[in-house]
């Protein structure tokens, strides 16, 4: 049963993927030359914004004659879908040394970290930005075969890199990850959740919940159980689905999780984590009252959080 209580950033996409025009050639080729087309660029996974130092980001698509201006067909591009009727193409331009000189005249346009303007962008555009953001990472480090190491070329409208040497074909990757919050209720009823302090993470008081990679053969519930033991050595139960959210940085898919354990006895794995610590609502609602902090707003860790502190 999914319990989220509202969708979670990056989601909500605008597009019609139109995944059957991908390989219309013809179709493909009028879109590009198309006036009303629309052109998201990623320079070294970056997106175009403006209004960022003013609290008020945008994102900035290009013009087709802007984009052929910039040389679309000679810089790895791909079919997003259809907006309302207009094609969105995804273009990079990270071979450019300096990509301001490229859009200078687009009214103080810059490329920004998409994740730095959490929660303050319009959620299509966020969307379409992030979706860019992720097939132009997998296009720029699939040149090459995998198999044999020759050149590849794009197909299916970017979306498919073939090898003309040993006919592999490459497609895009999304790697699947659980994400989870354990909670346990005590004798006298109180509930707490787990958060914990990753090394990783670039706040020192930053606390969240725990997370790690799918393995192959193991199914969704079982790598919730095992990421949670091996990190603070809980065996949990009642794993339930909470949402999922892309989160092309650079090229995953969250999927988040509810479990409960039993036994509150932490064994934390220090190679992953530098702290963990149980948590009522009140202790979360005034978090920074005990100079900590929650995940960033357009994390599914928040919104597991916040759902969590609401039910």
Known sequence: MTLAKRPNPYTGSPLDRAAHRR?????????LSDPTTLFAP?????????????????????????????????????????WEGRAVFALDLSDVEDPQALVAELGGAAFTDLRSVAGLLDPAEASVLAHARGLMH???RNRYCSVCGTACAPRSAGHVMAC?????THFPRTDPAVIMLVSHR????????????????????MYSTLAGFVEPGE?????????VFEEAGLR??????????????????????????????????????????????????????????????????RRLIEDWVAR
């Open 138 to 140: 997998w296009r720029i």
């Open 23 to 31: 390989d219309d050639e013809a179709f493909i080729a009028a879109a």
């Open 219 to 227: 199914s969704l519930e079982e790598a919730v159980a095992r990421e």
């Open 42 to 82: 990623v320079w070294r996974s970056k997106s175009l914004l403006r209004g960022v130092e003013a609290g008020e980001p945008e994102a900035v698509f290009l013009t087709t004659l802007a984009a052929a201006a910039m040389g679309v067909e000679g810089r790895p591009h791909a079919f997003l879908g259809l």
């Open 186 to 205: 005590d004798g006298a009823g109180v509930e707490r959740c787990l958060l914990a302090h990753s090394h990783r993470f670039p706040l020192r008081r």
């Open 164 to 168: 003309p040497a040993c006919g592999a």
């Open 236 to 301: 949990v139960r009642d794993v339930r689905y909470h949402s999922s959210q892309p989160w092309p940085f650079p090229s995953s898919i969250m999927l988040g999780f509810y479990a409960v354990t039993d036994d509150p006895t932490l064994a934390i794995d220090s190679g992953e984590l530098e702290d963990a610590r149980w948590f009522t609502r009140e202790e979360i609602r005034a978090i920074e009252s005990l100079g900590l902090l929650l995940p960033r707003m357009d994390s599914i860790a």
